[in-house]
């Protein structure tokens, strides 16, 4: 396996990925079925209760999910996932989002997802699974 694949396929991602941008994603690993990206949070991202929105954190983990999964240079996509919030997020914390791979089959593949916060506190856990397509990426 190419070692520098999971990065080229997630640079094609990002390019038209404006909801990515719009979070202010920064990658800190571009791993084969793992994924670690990080962000801060925003004013615009808290809800009613002045604590992050959990759609921004779902997000999060949902973008961390793709670029493991895609990793491999085989266009997926999510089919199913859940997640679990464990602490609120605040303006200004510094998230990151670590995926892993915990299954691959030809057709589908499962992802673990944690999220922590700057103290290493587990803000939520993320499960995600995915269908593997034919399309390659062309990278």
Known sequence: MND???KKVTDVMLQNDAFSKWLGINRVFDGT???VIKMVVRKEMLNGFDILHGGVSFSLADSALAFAANSYGVQSV???N???YHLPAKEGDELTARASETSKSNKLAVYEVVVTNQKNEKVASFKGTVYRTKKQWNV
């Open 33 to 35: 079925g793992s994924s």
């Open 78 to 80: 999510s089919i199913e």
């Open 82 to 84: 859940t997640i679990h």
């Open 4 to 6: 520098t694949l999971p």
